[in-house]
């Protein structure tokens, strides 16, 4: 996201944080549903023009409200959805040229997603040991025995699951939301995965138990080299946790860089808007929050022109419904798409 920035050293950013996962120019179209088949195909554009480098050992925030097309990108990088322009490369290579049975098999290992559902991710039936026993026989081949229980402890005890011989023998149902939620995590280093596709995964947590995911999630990304793609509509998380953000807004990106000059310095009216909705305890209920004209969020499809925020900004331009801005570089890797600034 910064490899025009000349304040940056960009030498060393790649030498310590490799690039491994890049979009580039990402589209999706989904055929709008109800459609008679007489009438003529619609579609949603549900992400429009995405780029991001994700890199070694970093995060990248993905934040947007409810159907901005945030769990739909990273469904593109798992191959669950085929990008209608565009594409995510891994390592260099578009994910569309992996075909083989071989290559497959090493991508979907290499990224995994973490869903928000803690509940419904994990097979009732068995217990935390088959969970994660399975990865290792298939993707590396480890037999039942003093090594695979090694690994198995080993693992248990980097999430934070202790005593780890007890939570062995458990099924999913024994667990707390939290505890699951760290096994699904402990799944992706049973496979060894590189990088973690994490789709609101505290949303269903309590919320005195997900700083405890969310520290583990840093941990794996600063103690083992995990990547992330954190995909949230809470802002504030993703500044604890991701070096950079994305802020979307109806599959657009709108603000995007360095996660601490886009919170602490946001630009976009939308981005704006959803840090002062944020709860903040200092301050009072009565304090009204920035006007915006319309809660409506639109429906974007292909052919529409101009910034799809400009139906509810307060400072939208005439310009703004006739055609997107080129992205404005505010400060070092600090980025927006708003007429406001050009
Ligand atoms: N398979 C699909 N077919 C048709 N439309 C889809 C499909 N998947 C997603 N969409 C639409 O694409 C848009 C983006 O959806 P997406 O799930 O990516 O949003 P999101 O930001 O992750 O929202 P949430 O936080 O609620 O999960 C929505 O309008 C959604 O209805």
Redesign the pocket.
Known sequence: MNARSPHIDQAALDAKHPVILEAKDLCID??K?GDSIFSPKQY?R?VNGLNFQLREARCVAVV??????????AKIATKI?KATEGGIYYHGTNIDEFTSGEELDAYRRDVQMVFQDPFSSLNPLHTIRYHLMRPMQIYHGIKPGKEMEYRLIKILTQVGLTPPQEVLDKFPHQLSGGQRQRVFLAKTLAIGAKVILAD?PTSMLDVSIRIGVLNLMNRMKHEMGKSFMY?T?DIATARYFAEDTIV?YC?HMVEWGDTEQITQNPQHPYTQLLLAAVPDPSRSIHEKLPTHRSMETP?WSPEKKGCPYAGRCPQAKAECSQYLPEPVEISANHFTRCHLFT
Do not use: P, V, Y
Request: charged content about 25%; glycine content about 18%.
């Open positions: 989904f055929r549903k949603l549900a947007g409200e409810s159907g901005c097309g945030k769990s739909t990108s959805h609101e995909i509509h979307l599959g429906m």
